[in-house]
T-cell receptor
């Protein structure tokens, strides 16, 4: 079974801190790695994504670091704010067909982040 | 506005009473899927569809059915709901085989089976 392992399950940081959420994958066919952000009562929404041809991608205060050889990627939130309190999901998928059932956005189990003022 | 619309948002039903949760997208996406979200288990895929009349099981398909008669609609059917299907359900859609395949999610349907 294709898996994406995410840690930690929950995280509490002070405002201004830098929470880091880590994910690891097994399937070498994965070549698209998005992070989704979910606020209570809402559906997940794409936050930032990376492809394995780069090792880092930054959008505002959010940065993805990617280590292809270790099959790991992580999300860093710089200068975290109370408004960043949400559940974060990493995910992975292939973007080329590699057999029946091969296209599937596989999610990690999520990290509940709380940023304390 | 690009969106995925699910209905209803909240539903309480009794064991064994058939129900349908509707999902519609206006982005001409080929790929649609259903997930259930439970505490500590994240998002688990129930069924997915790669195009009209093409559906397949995800990781937790037992007790669910789907159909894809039109590209924009992908209803989730519970023929005989049971309490273990109490969960938060999300429909999602995206393009297929594209370089940056963003999945768009609906607002969710909170289902309680008593």
């Amino acid at each position: 079974q294709q898996q994406v392992k995410q840690s930690p399950q929950s995280l509490i940081v002070q405002k201004g801190g830098i929470p880091i959420i880590n994910c690891a994958y097994e399937n070498t066919a994965f070549d698209y790695f998005p992070w989704y952000q979910q606020f209570p009562g809402k559906g997940p929404a794409l936050l930032i994504a990376i492809r394995p041809d780069v090792s880092e991608k930054k959008e505002g205060r959010f940065t993805i670091s990617f280590n292809k050889s270790a099959k790991q990627f992580s999300l860093h939130i710089m200068d975290s704010q109370p408004g960043d309190s949400a559940t974060y999901f990493c995910a992975a998928s292939p973007t080329a067909y590699s057999g029946a059932g091969s296209y599937q956005l596989t999610f990690g189990k999520g990290t509940k982040l709380s940023v304390i003022p | 506005e690009a969106q995925v619309t699910q209905n209803p948002r909240y539903l309480i039903t009794v064991t064994g009473k058939k129900l349908t949760v509707t999902c519609s997208q206006n982005m001409n996406h080929e790929y649609m899927s259903w997930y259930r979200q439970d505490p500590g288990l994240g998002l688990r895929q129930i069924y997915y569809s790669m195009n009209v009349e093409v559906t397949d099981k995800g990781d937790v398909p037992e007790g669910y059915k789907v159909s894809r008669k039109e590209k924009r609609n992908f209803p989730l059917i519970l023929e005989s709901p049971s309490p273990n299907q109490t969960s938060l359900y999300f429909c999602a859609s995206s393009f297929l085989w594209q370089k940056n395949t963003e999945a768009f999610f609906g607002q969710g349907t909170r289902l309680t089976v008593v």
